[in-house]
């Protein structure tokens, strides 16, 4: 199969280029709230933790299920398993009988409570107890309005996690990604499980590259309301975005620096494809950093910012190569295989993950830095836009299955893989957002 010419965008990137029309700001939200119960795992090895939510002393009229919600965040993990949780209420400061529990073959159990304050907000509290030593793990409260329980839920989680397996729990940060629905295009905003998803921006003309500003306050992206690529840096909280790049020609493949300072994109107007840098403030002239004749696009940080990991054809087919963010030291990553794109670095520097074309399909793979073992992760064909999460253990993609287009993550040794929910119609090019500062 002949290799096919390496864009300035990535394939799927390349294919939105088909679709023009007018554009326009929207905010909205996508999702039934029972959709958050729905958790579908495969390929949970056989140490996986068992837990047990024992019912908490909820308020009336809650707007949210706590405990249903801590419930499918742990069990998403793939690393915990739910048990039975009984039928007696245990809040935060009940001292249970842990015999019953440890013989029902639970590890860990979660009391707690949602109680309405007199100022309208809701109180979350929650203890964790290790069954098999009878221990006390501590506990939290959280007093939220009413629109921040499921976050209160995803904190009380990332407790529960990081206690029990000593990882930082993600369960609290956002994720953000494209759908394309007829002609219609978002940028959605979501919880880390898919959930909760809001529209950033929606536009009858096509949206790609999301990334996430390291402090996770902005999203930089590529519109083509201009009917042409340009770049545009947007802020999540109030909606309000600002023009980046909006150079002649092409302006694609954003990528902040670790310090948020200055992005490097992909850009055309000196001719072919080639990547600069650009002040995230905004002005100046664009800094060019490659300097050859080929195409050299997604340009990727190394979390110290000592290294740039991206793609280029010069040696005759797609390959990942690193250089230093000035452009120098240039060296060739990947070997096997004639095409290999979307190179994304994990927080804690120790993986690559990209997108390799295996026996026509395209799929995650993974490389130990330090030894440059490679591992493919997927068994699809149609795999895009790895992106780390945060705590580095797991990483999400998009992907087709069954038919249509999701959102899935992958845990590091390709065993567990996660569906996540998400929006209607065709779903792509996820970043997902660092912790919350």
Sequence with gaps: MPVPPLSGLTRRRFHALAALGGSGLALGAWGPAQAQFRVEV????????????????LATGLPQDVPAIVRANLERTGQLRALPGGSA??????????APWRAAGVDALITGS?????DGRFDVRFRL??????????????????SDLRLAAHRLSDYVYERLTGDPGVFATRIAYISRHGERHNLWVADADGENAQTALASAEPIISPAWS???QQLAYVSFEARRPVIYTHEVATGRRRLLAGFRGSNSAPAWSPDGRRLLATLTFGGSSQIFAIDAAGGGQPQRITQTSGIETEPAFTPDGRTVYFVSDRGGSPQIYRMTPAGADVARVTFEGNYNISPAVSPDGRWLAYISRIGGAFRVCVME?????ITPLTDTSADESPSFAPNSRLIMYATQAQGREVLMTTSLDGRIKTRLASAPGGIREPD???FQR
């Design 42 to 57: 495969t390929g949970v090895g056989l140490q996986q933790i068992p837990f047990a939510i024992a019912p908490f002393r």
């Design 89 to 98: 209420i245990l809040d935060e400061s009940a001292r249970p009988d842990l």
């Design 114 to 118: 949602v109680e309405r304050l007199a």
């Design 129 to 146: 107890w290790d069954v098999v030593r009878a221990q006390d793990l501590g506990g939290l409260s959280f007093p939220v309005p009413a």
């Design 214 to 216: 390291p402090n996770g």
């Design 369 to 373: 830095l330090a030894n440059g073992r």
């Design 432 to 434: 997902w957002g660092p």
